[in-house]
Each structure stands twice: as structure tokens, then as C-alpha cells.
């Protein structure tokens, strides 16, 4: 015998979807700079070598007692003023990084409380690099389907505290900061036009934190093999970060029926300058399409290209209804990218 089915069960949103844009944005980075002269004194390495082989002359180091959560509050705050948004309108948030303050609760129930957003969902998101692309997808489904209405997206990251300060090939890439995004439906643009999301768990093993979960906890072992920070095989990260970014990139721009020329600005993972201009010549998108700040910031993980997207609008970089491209990369490995109308 099939049930009757109530009349008044109903399937909230799903009868008109709703175009989602960025609203507002905001970014913080802590106050300490640590210039590649500075890292010469206590790494085997010199300005020069870093400046060209990543395009980065500085970064920012959280102070010890900062966690990653209040750097994400910090983002979130300017966002919020910049938005014009209130806590209590804030449905869901949703923090990816992949230096948590802790195993749990999330950080994202940490910068709810901070910023007194009762409203809200909280989850943390984990795809490394990758995670703010990713991140506002996922907030665009629940926004465009009319689920949840506002937004707050954050990519904050202490990287400087998973980082091995003797293993030249990686402390001087790595840099502290967050970013924040208000998603909301606006009704008169098109927002984000689509993203193309991948993966592939395979190559987890080219760059990743061995110990500190469930499979190696720490053990005065663990700590004394350093397996507890930063391992990278650079070269091959490398390749598959240009192949990644320029495949998403590419695929985001044929689903959208739009080519390179309709793109206003570029907005990609803060990594490296080679890999960008490697990317460049791969999608035969000119380098001054190109947004780069990495040489102030270095790679600040899940923050940097949401600390990008602030930097640039705050600049006039980019401006109401050009069309941005945002493509990431990052461990796992993971990859993303998104058209927007800005
Ligand atoms: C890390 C990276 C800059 C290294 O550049 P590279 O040209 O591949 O250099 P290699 O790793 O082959 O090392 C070349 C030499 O430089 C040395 N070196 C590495 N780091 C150095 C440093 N900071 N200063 C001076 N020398 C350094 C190496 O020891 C090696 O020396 P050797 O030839 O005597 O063995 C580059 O591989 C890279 O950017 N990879 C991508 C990393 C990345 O972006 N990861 C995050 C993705 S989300």
C-alpha cells in the first residue's frame, strides 16, 4: 500500500533557482613580515633564488598566540562591513583551510561564535589550495536552489605552523592570511556562471602533513621524523598544478559558451609566478590578464585567491559586471575553477 502524500510537503526553492553573486569582501594578513632577506639568516637560501624561481619577495607570519580562526574573523569582519550584513543574517558558513585550530569543533563554529552569527550552518572545508573555489560552490547551491540566503565563505590559513623551517625547498613558499566572501542572490546579474570542481586522490602522496591524524598520530616519533609538517615533491607538483589549473580553466570557458577574450581578469591560485606564466601560455591568455599579488603574500593556501579577489576589486582591477575567472590548485590533489560576473 503506497502512502498518501501530504499536500503541504512541498520542496522549498527548487522551482526557481536563483542567480548567486559575491556581494562583499574582506581580507587580513597578520602584521609580521618576513622578507626573503630576513629568511636568509636562518635558511640556506637567498632572495634571489626564491624571487626567481616563485615571483615571492615576502610573506606574513601569524603571531604564535593568532590561530587560523582569527584571522578568518579579522576577513570576515571587513567583509561584513563592506557588505553591509548583519551576524544574525548570515545562514551558512563555511571555513576552508587546511590549518584548523583544532581536530574539532570546526573553525567554523569558532568564527560563529566570534562574530555572533546564531543563524548559521557551520562547516570547515578541506581540499587545501583549492578550498575557496570549491567552498563558494558549495554555497551556491544551497543559495540558488533558495535553501539558504546569505553566505559567508572564508579561506583562512596559518600555514607557518605546518612548515618545516629547515627544508629550504618549502618553508619559503608558505605565507599566513584569510579572506572572506558574502554570497548572496542577486538578481540582476548572472554571478557565478559555473564551476568546474576535480580531483585526483592518487598524487595525495606529492604533498601532504604524514602525521598529526588518525593514521599517525603524534608520537615523540612522529615529531622526531618530522613527520608531522610539510612534505612536498616540488617539480611534480609543478607540472600537475599548470595542467590542472589551465584543464579547469579551459573547461569552465566551454561549458560557459566564453572565450579567453570575454575574460575581464583572471584570478588564480597564488603559488607561484612560473606556474602562472605557465598557465598563461597554456590557455594563450595574456600575463596582464593575470591578477598577482603573491610576491607581497607568497601562498597563503585556501586564502590566496579570495585575498586576491579583495585586493584586485579594492583596486578597481576588476569592476561591476566584467567577467572573472578564479582556477586553484592544490593537495589531494585538487583543482577548481569559476566564471563570475563580477
Ligand atoms: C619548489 C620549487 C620552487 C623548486 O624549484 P625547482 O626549480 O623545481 O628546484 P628543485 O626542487 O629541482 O631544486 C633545485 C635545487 O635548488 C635547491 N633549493 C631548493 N630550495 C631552495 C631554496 N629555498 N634556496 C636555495 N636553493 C634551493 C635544491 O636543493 C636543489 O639543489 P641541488 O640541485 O643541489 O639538489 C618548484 O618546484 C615549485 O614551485 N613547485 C611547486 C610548488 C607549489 O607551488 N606547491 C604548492 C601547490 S598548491
Given at each position: 500500500m503506497s502512502a498518501e502524500r501530504s499536500p503541504t510537503l512541498h520542496r522549498p526553492g527548487l522551482d526557481s533557482l536563483r542567480t548567486v553573486s559575491i556581494i562583499a569582501?574582506?581580507?587580513?594578513?597578520?602584521d609580521r613580515v618576513l622578507t626573503n632577506t630576513e629568511l636568509e639568516k636562518f635558511v640556506d637560501t637567498t632572495d634571489e633564488w626564491i624571487y626567481t624561481r616563485t615571483g615571492i619577495r615576502q610573506r606574513h607570519i601569524a603571531e604564535d598566540h593568532q590561530a587560523t580562526s582569527d584571522l578568518a574573523i579579522a576577513a570576515a569582519r571587513k567583509a561584513m562591513e563592506n557588505g553591509n550584513i548583519r551576524p544574525e543574517e548570515i545562514d551558512y558558513l563555511i571555513v576552508a583551510t587546511c590549518t584548523p585550530d583544532m581536530h574539532f569543533p570546526s573553525t567554523a563554529c569558532m568564527v560563529q561564535k566570534e562574530l555572533g552569527a546564531t543563524n548559521a550552518a557551520c562547516v570547515d572545508l578541506s581540499a587545501a589550495c583549492s578550498g575557496f573555489v570549491y567552498a563558494i560552490d558549495m554555497a551556491r547551491q544551497y543559495i540558488q536552489s533558495g535553501t539558504m540566503n546569505t553566505a559567508l565563505v572564508i579561506g583562512a590559513e596559518k600555514m607557518s605552523c605546518l612548515l618545516d623551517w629547515?627544508?629550504?625547498a618549502t618553508c619559503v613558499l608558505f605565507g599566513d592570511g584569510a579572506g572572506a566572501a558574502i554570497l548572496q542572490a542577486r538578481g540582476d546579474q548572472y554571478g557565478i556562471l559555473t564551476s568546474v570542481l576535480g580531483g585526483d586522490g592518487k598524487l595525495?602522496?606529492?604533498?601532504?602533513?604524514p602525521g598529526g591524524g588518525s593514521r599517525l598520530p603524534i608520537t615523540p616519533e612522529v615529531l622526531a621524523d618530522k613527520q608531522h609538517v610539510l612534505k612536498m615533491a616540488g617539480r611534480e607538483v609543478f607540472k600537475h598544478a599548470v595542467t590542472g589549473m589551465a584543464g579547469a580553466a579551459q573547461e569552465t570557458l566551454r561549458r560557459c559558451g566564453a572565450t579567453i577574450d570575454d575574460v575581464a581578469c583572471i584570478i588564480p591560485h597564488q603559488a607561484n609566478a612560473r606556474i602562472i606564466q605557465a598557465i598563461s601560455q597554456r590557455i594563450d591568455a595574456p600575463m596582464e590578464k593575470f591578477y598577482v599579488n603573491l610576491d607581497r603574500f607568497g601562498n597563503t593556501s585556501a586564502a590566496s585567491v579570495i585575498m586576491a579577489i579583495d585586493e584586485a576589486a579594492r583596486k578597481g582591477r576588476i569592476q561591476r559586471g566584467d567577467l572573472v575567472l578564479l582556477v586553484v590548485f592544490g593537495a589531494g590533489f585538487?583543482?577548481?575553477a569559476s566564471l563570475l560576473e563580477w
Amino acid at each position: 500500500m503506497s502512502a498518501e502524500r501530504s499536500p503541504t510537503l512541498h520542496r522549498p526553492g527548487l522551482d526557481s533557482l536563483r542567480t548567486v553573486s559575491i556581494i562583499a569582501t574582506g581580507s587580513y594578513v597578520p602584521d609580521r613580515v618576513l622578507t626573503n632577506t630576513e629568511l636568509e639568516k636562518f635558511v640556506d637560501t637567498t632572495d634571489e633564488w626564491i624571487y626567481t624561481r616563485t615571483g615571492i619577495r615576502q610573506r606574513h607570519i601569524a603571531e604564535d598566540h593568532q590561530a587560523t580562526s582569527d584571522l578568518a574573523i579579522a576577513a570576515a569582519r571587513k567583509a561584513m562591513e563592506n557588505g553591509n550584513i548583519r551576524p544574525e543574517e548570515i545562514d551558512y558558513l563555511i571555513v576552508a583551510t587546511c590549518t584548523p585550530d583544532m581536530h574539532f569543533p570546526s573553525t567554523a563554529c569558532m568564527v560563529q561564535k566570534e562574530l555572533g552569527a546564531t543563524n548559521a550552518a557551520c562547516v570547515d572545508l578541506s581540499a587545501a589550495c583549492s578550498g575557496f573555489v570549491y567552498a563558494i560552490d558549495m554555497a551556491r547551491q544551497y543559495i540558488q536552489s533558495g535553501t539558504m540566503n546569505t553566505a559567508l565563505v572564508i579561506g583562512a590559513e596559518k600555514m607557518s605552523c605546518l612548515l618545516d623551517w629547515e627544508d629550504r625547498a618549502t618553508c619559503v613558499l608558505f605565507g599566513d592570511g584569510a579572506g572572506a566572501a558574502i554570497l548572496q542572490a542577486r538578481g540582476d546579474q548572472y554571478g557565478i556562471l559555473t564551476s568546474v570542481l576535480g580531483g585526483d586522490g592518487k598524487l595525495g602522496d606529492l604533498l601532504n602533513v604524514p602525521g598529526g591524524g588518525s593514521r599517525l598520530p603524534i608520537t615523540p616519533e612522529v615529531l622526531a621524523d618530522k613527520q608531522h609538517v610539510l612534505k612536498m615533491a616540488g617539480r611534480e607538483v609543478f607540472k600537475h598544478a599548470v595542467t590542472g589549473m589551465a584543464g579547469a580553466a579551459q573547461e569552465t570557458l566551454r561549458r560557459c559558451g566564453a572565450t579567453i577574450d570575454d575574460v575581464a581578469c583572471i584570478i588564480p591560485h597564488q603559488a607561484n609566478a612560473r606556474i602562472i606564466q605557465a598557465i598563461s601560455q597554456r590557455i594563450d591568455a595574456p600575463m596582464e590578464k593575470f591578477y598577482v599579488n603573491l610576491d607581497r603574500f607568497g601562498n597563503t593556501s585556501a586564502a590566496s585567491v579570495i585575498m586576491a579577489i579583495d585586493e584586485a576589486a579594492r583596486k578597481g582591477r576588476i569592476q561591476r559586471g566584467d567577467l572573472v575567472l578564479l582556477v586553484v590548485f592544490g593537495a589531494g590533489f585538487t583543482w577548481a575553477a569559476s566564471l563570475l560576473e563580477w
